[in-house]
């Protein structure tokens, strides 16, 4: 019902930027928030930020707070993340996700990889 895209990712050193994209598709009109997460070799998927757009908020991670923005372009479907400062930390698969019902994220993307060298 819903299909999404991620682009975006990459190669970079510490410090550098990059901005992802998801494009979605689909039974976009019931979509109640989006997010991004991220998952490395060896650990769990974990939350990385998401906006909500029924009683709007937007919700960071702790470790990318102040590095990372999350925004949309609703005329195109399209989620962005764009990651500031980047640390080898931030290496790992990012994943865009769609919560249709407010009951949890329930649609993903099949990721960019991201690899921050140092």
């Known amino acids: 019902q819903v299909q999404l895209v991620e682009s975006g990712g990459g190669l970079v050193q510490a410090g550098d930027s990059l901005r992802l994209s998801c494009a979605a598709s689909?039974?976009?009109?019931?979509?109640?928030?989006m997010g991004w997460f991220r998952q490395a070799p060896g650990k769990e998927r974990e939350f990385v930020a998401a906006?909500?757009?029924?009683?709007?908020?937007?919700y960071y991670a702790d470790s990318v707070k102040g590095r990372f923005t999350i925004s949309s372009n609703n005329a195109k479907n399209t989620l962005y993340l764009q990651m500031n400062s980047l640390k080898p930390e931030d290496t790992a698969v990012y994943y865009c996700?769609?919560?249709?019902?407010?009951?949890?994220?329930?649609?993903w993307g099949q990721g960019t990889q991201v690899t921050v060298s140092s």
């Open positions: 996700a769609a919560d249709r019902s407010g009951s949890g994220f329930d649609y």
């Open positions: 689909g039974r976009t009109f019931s979509r109640y928030a």
């Open positions: 906006i909500r757009w029924i009683v709007p908020s937007i």
